[in-house]
């Protein structure tokens, strides 16, 4: 006896066969494309009125589509949505229980649109929404990195090239240098927007939409900035979730980064910052241990959105034109990178504003030889070539060394013997604050310096 079709299937007409239950569960993706309910539902909606401008509804059956779409939109946001065995994805799960609610007129609904033109929109409403959050998160956290900048810009601290101090540095400045990237990941996400912001919903399978739906409508009626003007792009393309993809890697190497200097700075070797026992851990075998995990998770996490990345765009990579089952592949990568990285954001803001800070341990860091290069600019402004005063200021750290001594323990008459342009007033380079003040050129660490990096930053977030 022949099998009958699996007349649940959006596409069974075609096939007598049954599915092996094993391909049925290897194709179903409803397990987790299921969080795209509610843009799929809010698309269809859409779609059935723009079938009644064209007559393909009449208003009375318009009217009903939308109020039962309404109705599973319901069902699903109060947890009391059944999903069928032959549910394969969101679209068919939505679809099969519209038409349990409202009859025959549900399969209307599908008419010159495909999943392929579907899920391509879902995807991009869905992940809109997201980014309005993330956008959000973001921006918390430079906020609060800009707080602590402003009111702690007297803490002065060694800055370090190479993981070896350097020169001297306000504590807002090395804040404000993480910020700055922030900002311009802030500033790449909404240089995306627009990108995502494109309506594939009319063209169909990969040959457009037959009827003439109204697609100008629909990007108006869903909010989406612009249509995709070629149907097979519109149904194949997923470089919106490349290109978030690669956004997420970046902004998460961004964390990662201000994460290993903070885990550095909370040692005992440096002690500079005590993280909150809110985002800190103990050990399960050493009492004392206070371990910094959420700065090591926020590490951990940069590696495995990168490999989100990386594996979609494997799989993309070799794809003919327009859709392929291949392109189910898209959902977990975006939806695992979308919820470390806003855990994330949010997990950093939370850090940043609960550590205790440690001015005097900074400042007890603070030793003579970070000042090796203001002894050679002192040089500098008495007339000698800069390349000849580095030499001259390298051969005073040696004697300092040599001796067991600071530079500021090295005599006048020491520094005189190292040349002849040193004067008694060489002593006046030995303050870390005047060090500091110095750079006073854009991008400095002087306080007028970060009063202007604070209201460029102010201003990237829209505050005054």
Known sequence: MTDQPTKQKLWGGRFTGKTDPLMHAFNQSLKYDQRMHAADIRGSIAYAKALRRVGLLTEEEEVKMTQGLDAVGREWATGQFRPAPDDEDIHTANERRLSELIGPLGGKLHTGRSRNDQVATDMRLWLLGEVDDIQSSLKGLVRIM??????????????????????????????????????????RLHQLIPRISVLPLGSGALAGNPFSIDREFLAKELGFASIAENSMWGVGDRDFIVEFLMWSSLTMIHMSRLAEDLIIYSTAEFGFV??????????????????????ELLRGKSG??????????????????????DLQEDKEPLFDTVDNISASLKITEGVIATMEVHGEKMEQALTMDVLATDLADYLVR????????????????????????????????????????????????????????????????SRKTLDRQIAVLR???GQK
């Not at 909150?276 to 959420?294: E, R």
């Not at 990345?309 to 070799?318: E, H, N, P």
């Not at 580095?390 to 323990?409: F, Y």
């Open 146 to 187: 800009v707080e602590r900048a402003d009111k702690e810009r007297d803490i002065l601290l060694p800055g370090y090239t190479h993981l070896q101090r350097g020169q001297p540095i306000r504590w807002s400045h090395f804040l404000l240098s993480h910020a700055f990237s922030f900002r311009n990941d802030l500033e």
């Open 459 to 461: 201003a990237a977030l």
């Open 274 to 295: 005590t993280l909150s026992d809110a985002y800190s851990t103990g050990s399960s075998m050493m009492p004392q241990k206070k371990n910094p995990d959420s700065l």
């Open 304 to 325: 495995r959105i990168f490999g989100d990345m990386a594996g979609f765009m494997m799989t993309l990579k070799g794809l003919p034109s327009t859709y392929n089952k």
């Open 382 to 445: 008495k007339g000698v070539p800069f390349r000849e005063t580095h030499h001259v200021s390298g051969r005073a750290v040696a004697l300092a060394e040599a001796r067991k001594c600071q530079l500021n323990e090295l005599s006048v008459e020491d520094y005189k013997g190292l040349h002849e342009r040193f004067s008694d007033d060489v002593v006046e380079i030995f303050n870390f604050e005047a060090s500091v003040e110095r750079r006073s050129s854009i991008g400095g660490p």
